[in-house]
């Protein structure tokens, strides 16, 4: 894997905690006096005794009280890599935007990719797609091809961040395709989040589909995890 690979995923990463911090958490509106609770220093008024009201017809399309109503089903989003081997969906929530294109000026030449952010979850999956080291071609599953790349990632990963941590790693096929899951913990500028890395490379392109949460969203962050696993589908190499 070519250092390019770092610079991109360095720069959509610094990307990614920005938008991380997008939401901030909005202060509660003061609550209304209680109906019959007297404000400090307020005379309490006398309340007139209401007359009993009579139920009301309930309005059309609005659900009454006591009975389900079937959720909408989510809206969802195709994305797509290596010319379309490599698929899967999101939540149509998550805001797409293309990362900077790669230059030869600073070491990204041919370098690609998309930014999908979630404010409200602030969970964000980068989608980067580079050559491969010296244009090598590779077939849709070469076990060899993805440990290296793997192990290359993960070096790299490591001079971004010193506290990278791989936490779990396994290989999964989709349609033939083969991909290499990495999970990790890490600390980016003073920023903890948990990472899932899917690694697949096709021809002379290497593939790399990055998913980032905040630390403290580690149930959120599997849920999305598994959503975008199942819907490739991918399932264990054998």
């Keep these: 894997m070519s250092f390019r690979t770092a610079k991109t995923t360095a720069a959509a990463l610094s990307l990614a905690l920005g938008a991380l911090g997008l939401q901030a958490a909005h202060a509660a509106d003061p609550a209304a006096a209680a109906p019959g609770v007297a404000t400090p220093g307020t005379a309490k ?3 007139a005794k209401p007359e009993a009201a009579k139920p009301a017809a309930p309005a059309p399309g609005v659900a009454t009280p006591g009975v389900a109503t079937p959720a909408a089903p989510a809206q969802l989003q195709q994305v797509s890599a290596l010319g379309g081997k490599l698929n899967f969906k999101l939540p149509q929530s998550f805001t797409a935007s293309d990362l900077p294109a790669g230059t030869a000026q600073n070491g990204t030449a041919g370098a690609e990719g998309k930014l999908y952010v979630q404010q409200e979850s602030r969970q964000v999956i980068v989608v980067s797609e580079t050559p491969t080291m010296s244009g090598v071609e590779t077939s849709d599953n070469d076990a060899a091809f993805l440990t290296g790349a ?9 001079q971004i961040s010193a506290d990278y941590k791989k ?8 349609k033939g395709l083969g991909l290499r899951q990495i999970d990790a913990t890490s600390t980016m500028n003073g920023a903890p989040i948990v990472s899932t890395s899917l690694l697949a490379g096709s021809g002379p392109k290497l593939a790399v589909v990055q998913i980032v949460s905040r630390a403290d969203n580690a149930q959120g962050h599997q849920a999305l995890v ?3 696993i199942e819907s490739m589908p991918a399932t264990p190499a054998p």
């Design 167 to 174: 936490t779990g790693e396994k290989s999964l096929v989709s």
């Design 150 to 158: 793997a192990v290359g990632f993960m070096e790299q990963q490591k």
């Design 226 to 228: 598994r959503q975008v």
């Design 45 to 47: 008024p006398e309340t």
